[in-house]
C-alpha cells in the first residue's frame, strides 16, 4: 500500500533542489558559494531517501530535517570563517588571522616580514591586474614554501610566523 505522503511531490522536489544545487555548485566562479551549493545538493540527497521510503514516520522527517539544516548551518558558518579569515587575492590567512595567532601564542617565536620592493612602480606600469598576479604568486610561494605560517599582511607585505623558534 502506497500512503498518502508518498504521494506529495515533496521528494520530487527535493531530488530537483539537489541536481540543481549541483549544477550550481559546477558552475560557480566563487569558491564559497560553490562549497555552500555543493553541500546543500548533498544535504537534500539524504532527504530525498527518507521521503521516498514507504511510510517515512514523523521521527525519520524530522531526523531528515534536522541533519539537513545542520548541513546548511555548517556550511555557513564554514564560508564564514573563510571570509573572514583568508585573504581574498591570495586565498591565504590574513592579518585577521595573524593578530589571532599572536595572542595564542606563549614561549619563543619568530616573526619574519616580507615586503615587495617597488610594487606601486610594478602596478603603475603593469597594471593593478598584474600587480594582483604577482600578489597571488607570491602569496602562494610564501605559504607553501615555508615551514612556518604565512599571512597576508597588508597590501604587498606578507608575514611568516614560526612559533616555538627563537630568533637567530
Not at 532527504?47 to 531526523?63: A, C, H, I, R, W
Not at 591586474?129 to 614554501?145: A, C, F, K, P, T
Amino acid at each position: 500500500p502506497v500512503s498518502a505522503f508518498h504521494l506529495t511531490v515533496v521528494p520530487q522536489v527535493s531530488l530537483i533542489l539537489a541536481v540543481g544545487f549541483a549544477c550550481l555548485a559546477f558552475t560557480q566562479n566563487d569558491r564559497y558559494m560553490k562549497r555552500l551549493h555543493g553541500t546543500m545538493a548533498l544535504g537534500l540527497l539524504p532527504l530525498y531517501y527518507v521521503l521516498e521510503m514507504k511510510g517515512p514516520g514523523p521521527t525519520d522527517l524530522s531526523v531528515a530535517y534536522l541533519c539537513y539544516s545542520a548541513l546548511l548551518l555548517f556550511g555557513a558558518i564554514n564560508i564564514y570563517l573563510q571570509k573572514i579569515y583568508l585573504d581574498e587575492l591570495t586565498g591565504i590567512p590574513n592579518r585577521r588571522a595573524l593578530n589571532e595567532a599572536l595572542t595564542r601564542l606563549s614561549g619563543d617565536y619568530t616573526v619574519a616580514m616580507i615586503d615587495i620592493d617597488h610594487f606601486k612602480k610594478f602596478n603603475d606600469s603593469y597594471g593593478h591586474e598584474e600587480g594582483d598576479n604577482v600578489l597571488r604568486l607570491v602569496g602562494q610561494h610564501v605559504y607553501s614554501g615555508s615551514k612556518g605560517q604565512a599571512y597576508r599582511y597588508g597590501g604587498e607585505e606578507f608575514t611568516i610566523l614560526y612559533p616555538g623558534q627563537k630568533p637567530e
